[in-house]
Antibody, heavy 121, light 107 residues
Framework: EVQVVESGGDLVQPGGSLRLSCAAS????????MGWVRQAPGKGLEWASV???????DYADSVKGRFTISRDNSKNTVSLQMNSLRAEDTAVYYC???????????????WGQGTMVTVSS | EIVLTQSPGTLSLSPGERATLSCRAS?????LAWYQQKPGQAPRLLIY???SRATGIPDRFSGSGSGTDFTLTISRLEPEDFAVYYCQRYGGSPPITFGQGTRLENK
């Protein structure tokens, strides 16, 4: 079965760090564009970051310089390292696969169930 | 910054009726997707490339449009269609932008 499963969400203090992980099965993360999309409580979807199949990365302005996306091909996982966390980073974080063609392959066809990150003192 | 504006914010309809949701981009967009999200669930891809249905999506869902104006149409609403719908522009810079969502509620 093709799926992704997120983990690592937690309660963290402002200024702290957290690392989210996304484990994929049924496909190889290195062959797809993989993204992180977040959703603050009661709010809409916000794109955070993407790692392309070629290995390059992109970030939303709101997280640039604080978040780092990476992947581990041997473990078939994608990670999001989040530093200097702020209250406004509080959200459910979804890992998603860019899986449809043609085009830039950034329409997300597989989503995880999400992991909650709460930034609060 | 590219902005996607969805309208209406809330749409109140009854099962069996036709729903028309709009997404307007501040700049021309080549690639647009639509997602459905129900409470407590992850989004589900409905439409990509403005008009292609994703795998397993019923044919009562259709997408149309180009340039800056896009539409998601649900031909005959089923009870399970009441949810929040998001449009997403992808490709270009920034690579991904979401609209603010349209809530489709049962009248």
């Amino acid at each position: 079965e093709v799926q992704v499963v997120e983990s690592g969400g937690d309660l963290v203090q402002p200024g702290g760090s957290l690392r989210l992980s996304c484990a994929a099965s049924g496909f190889t993360v290195s062959s797809k564009n993989m993204g992180w999309v977040r959703q603050a409580p009661g709010k809409g979807l916000e794109w955070a970051s993407v790692i392309y199949s070629g290995g390059s990365t992109d970030y939303a302005d709101s997280v640039k310089g604080r978040f780092t996306i990476s992947r581990d091909n041997s473990k078939n996982t994608v990670s999001l390292q989040m530093n200097s966390l702020r209250a406004e980073d509080t959200a459910v974080y979804y890992c998603a696969r860019g899986g449809v063609v043609p085009g830039p392959n950034l329409a997300f066809d597989i989503w995880g169930q999400g992991t909650m990150v709460t930034v609060s003192s | 910054e590219i902005v996607l504006t969805q309208s209406p914010g809330t749409l109140s309809l009854s099962p069996g009726e036709r729903a028309t949701l709009s997404c307007r981009a501040s700049q021309s967009s080549s690639y647009l997707a639509w997602y459905q999200q129900k409470p407590g669930q992850a989004p589900r891809l409905l439409i990509y490339g403005a008009s292609s249905r994703a795998t397993g999506i019923p044919d009562r869902f259709s997408g149309s449009g180009s340039g800056t104006d896009f539409t998601l149409t649900i031909s005959r609403l089923e009870p399970e269609d009441f949810a929040v719908y998001y449009c997403q522009r992808y490709g270009g810079s920034p690579p991904i932008t979401f609209g603010q969502g349209t809530r489709l509620e049962n009248k």
